[in-house]
């Protein structure tokens, strides 16, 4: 590497934000493929993607600089600039996750937690899981299971337009998203020019 290019080395994402993304990658593939014929394994997956959700809400307010809701989640105003910025092909660029990004975060949590606390209130009908014995094994399971399903499936959409963005976004800022995700590190000249500014600002 040389040393122009090593100046534009920028560590992002810290190893805990790294193992809990391909963590639940790999637990929410496997929940929704073996939705229908592995139940057991279905259910634990399902466990496994709820306690990374709850890690990830924590370590989003208590977790390194860009792990923090604070850095990624803006405003309203800031999101649709941003999207409208997309448009005209010259976004600004980000160190961490863009407002868009940020934005898709979010509703991934919400979406993925949502399909735990669902899937968990399915068990308690059938007199199982953490919820078992509580008012919500009183729910219908028809309506639950379709419930459940629905926020899978939207858990999904989700998903593809998440991995639709970094690609776009990858293309759009020369930058490798997805191998940044697995070595915590970026290398762009954007990016030494955004944490110049961040600093500056700081």
């Known amino acids: 590497m040389s040393n122009v290019e090593s100046q534009n080395v920028i560590k992002v994402w810290d190893p805990l934000v790294r193992i809990f993304h ?3 990658v790999l637990f929410f593939l496997t929940a929704y493929l073996t939705e229908d014929d ?6 634990y997956a399902g466990y496994a993607v709820s306690i990374l959700i709850g890690f990830r809400l924590i370590w989003g307010v208590i977790g390194a600089k860009y792990a923090r809701f604070s850095n990624f989640v803006k405003g309203p105003a800031e999101t649709l600039a941003y999207l409208k910025s997309l448009i005209t092909g010259s976004p600004r660029h980000y160190i961490g996750h863009n407002p868009a990004g940020g934005m898709m975060v979010v509703a991934l949590l919400v979406a993925l937690a949502a399909t735990g606390f669902s899937g968990m209130a399915l068990l308690a009908v059938d007199g199982g899981g953490p919820l078992a014995g509580t008012f919500i094994a009183n729910f219908n399971e028809d309506l639950l299971e379709g419930f459940h399903e629905f926020l899978a499936n939207t858990s999904v959409l989700l998903v593809v337009l998440h991995v639709a963005g970094v690609l776009v976004s990858s293309l759009l800022h020369q930058e490798n998203l997805i191998r940044a995700m697995f070595t915590g590190v970026k290398v762009h000249k954007a ?3 955004e944490q110049h500014l961040e600093e500056t600002a700081d």
């Open 22 to 24: 391909w963590s639940l």
């Open 38 to 43: 592995f139940e057991n394994i279905h259910i």
């Open 191 to 193: 990016v030494a020019e």
